[in-house]
C-alpha cells in the first residue's frame, strides 16, 4: 500500500493538462523501459477532460500508441455505441485520432454483446480477458497496468464501486457486474478494489467544489466500505490530482505549498 501523494492545480484545466502530460511522460518511460504500456482509464467529466487534454498536447507523438493497452476501470452497461458509454465517450474524446492497436483496446462488453443483458457473464469474461493478458511476472490474474486512473465522485465512489454496497466488498472477483447502482444507469460492469490495487499506479482524479467533501472524507482515514476511493491505491504510487475547489475542505498541511 502506497501513502497517497495529493497534487493541487488552480482549476480543472490546468489540472487536465497537467495530468495529461503526467501520463503522457508515465507511458512513454514505459514503453522504453519494457516495450508497452498498458493504462486502465476511466470516465466522467475529469476523465473525459484528461482524454481531451491528451489529445491537444503535441507531446502526444511521443507515444507509441501501438504498443499501448487500454482498459477500462468500469462500464455503464448499455448497448454499443450508446453516449453514455465511457468507451463512445474516450473514443469521441482520443481515442478515434490517434493510431492504436484495435486488439489492444480491452472495452468492457456492452448490454447487445454476446452476453446479452447479463452484466455478472459479461463481468466474468472480462475477468477473463484480464487474466489472459497477466504474464508470469504479474503473479495473479490482473496485469500489472503502469496507470490505472479513477474520478471520485460526490459520495467517494470510485469506478462503480458504490459506498456499502455489495461491489465494492468483493475481495475475490477482478471484476463484477453491479447492480441497484445510486446513480443511472443502475446497470454496470466493474473492477474491484483487487484490481484496482494491481497497478503500479493509481490516479485519482477530483475537480470542482461537489468533490471537495469526497476528498476530505476518503483522504481523512476513512473506511473503504463507508469510502471506496480511500481503498483505491497502487502498488507503487497513489496520486490524487485535485483542482483548488476539489481540495478546499483539505489541511494545507497535505499537500505542497508549491503545488500550483
Same mark, same amino acid.
Given at each position: 500500500m502506497s501513502t497517497p501523494q495529493l497534487v493541487v492545480h488552480r482549476d480543472k484545466e490546468l489540472m487536465a493538462q497537467a495530468a495529461a502530460a503526467r501520463l503522457i511522460t508515465r507511458i512513454v518511460d514505459a514503453q522504453a523501459s519494457r516495450g508497452t504500456?498498458? @493504462? #486502465?482509464?476511466?470516465?466522467?467529466?475529469?476523465?473525459?477532460?484528461?482524454l481531451a487534454a491528451l489529445a491537444a498536447a503535441p507531446a502526444r507523438d511521443a507515444i507509441d500508441w501501438g504498443r499501448l493497452d487500454l482498459w477500462w476501470g468500469d462500464e455503464r452497461f448499455l448497448p454499443e455505441g450508446d453516449p453514455e458509454r465511457n468507451v463512445t465517450q474516450a473514443r469521441e474524446a482520443l481515442l478515434d485520432s490517434?493510431?492504436?492497436?484495435?486488439?489492444?483496446? $480491452?472495452? %468492457?462488453?456492452?448490454s447487445d454483446g454476446p452476453h446479452g443483458a447479463d452484466a455478472d457473464a459479461a463481468a466474468a469474461a472480462y475477468a477473463e480477458e484480464l487474466a489472459r493478458a497477466a504474464g508470469p511476472e504479474n503473479h495473479g490474474t490482473v496485469p500489472v497496468f503502469d496507470v490505472l486512473m479513477l474520478g471520485v465522485g460526490p459520495d467517494t465512489h470510485v469506478a462503480s464501486l458504490f459506498p456499502e454496497l455489495p461491489a465494492v466488498r468483493e475481495t475475490?472477483? %477482478? #471484476? #463484477?457486474? @453491479? $447492480?441497484?447502482?445510486?446513480?443511472?444507469p443502475p446497470t454496470r460492469v466493474s473492477l474491484t478494489l483487487p484490481a484496482i490495487r494491481s497497478a503500479r499506479e493509481v490516479w485519482l482524479l477530483a475537480a470542482g467544489e461537489d468533490k471537495a467533501q469526497a476528498a476530505a472524507i476518503a483522504l481523512s482515514g476513512a473506511g473503504e466500505i463507508q469510502a471506496p476511493a480511500a481503498g483505491a491505491y497502487g502498488r507503487q504510487r497513489t496520486l490524487w490530482l485535485l483542482d483548488a475547489a476539489a481540495a478546499s475542505q483539505l489541511p494545507r498541511s497535505l499537500y505542497p505549498p508549491a503545488s500550483p
Amino acid at each position: 500500500m502506497s501513502t497517497p501523494q495529493l497534487v493541487v492545480h488552480r482549476d480543472k484545466e490546468l489540472m487536465a493538462q497537467a495530468a495529461a502530460a503526467r501520463l503522457i511522460t508515465r507511458i512513454v518511460d514505459a514503453q522504453a523501459s519494457r516495450g508497452t504500456a498498458s @493504462v #486502465v482509464l476511466t470516465g466522467g467529466r475529469n476523465g473525459n477532460g484528461l482524454l481531451a487534454a491528451l489529445a491537444a498536447a503535441p507531446a502526444r507523438d511521443a507515444i507509441d500508441w501501438g504498443r499501448l493497452d487500454l482498459w477500462w476501470g468500469d462500464e455503464r452497461f448499455l448497448p454499443e455505441g450508446d453516449p453514455e458509454r465511457n468507451v463512445t465517450q474516450a473514443r469521441e474524446a482520443l481515442l478515434d485520432s490517434v493510431p492504436l492497436d484495435p486488439k489492444r483496446v $480491452h472495452a %468492457m462488453p456492452a448490454s447487445d454483446g454476446p452476453h446479452g443483458a447479463d452484466a455478472d457473464a459479461a463481468a466474468a469474461a472480462y475477468a477473463e480477458e484480464l487474466a489472459r493478458a497477466a504474464g508470469p511476472e504479474n503473479h495473479g490474474t490482473v496485469p500489472v497496468f503502469d496507470v490505472l486512473m479513477l474520478g471520485v465522485g460526490p459520495d467517494t465512489h470510485v469506478a462503480s464501486l458504490f459506498p456499502e454496497l455489495p461491489a465494492v466488498r468483493e475481495t475475490e472477483r %477482478m #471484476v #463484477v457486474g @453491479v $447492480h441497484g447502482a445510486p446513480k443511472p444507469p443502475p446497470t454496470r460492469v466493474s473492477l474491484t478494489l483487487p484490481a484496482i490495487r494491481s497497478a503500479r499506479e493509481v490516479w485519482l482524479l477530483a475537480a470542482g467544489e461537489d468533490k471537495a467533501q469526497a476528498a476530505a472524507i476518503a483522504l481523512s482515514g476513512a473506511g473503504e466500505i463507508q469510502a471506496p476511493a480511500a481503498g483505491a491505491y497502487g502498488r507503487q504510487r497513489t496520486l490524487w490530482l485535485l483542482d483548488a475547489a476539489a481540495a478546499s475542505q483539505l489541511p494545507r498541511s497535505l499537500y505542497p505549498p508549491a503545488s500550483p
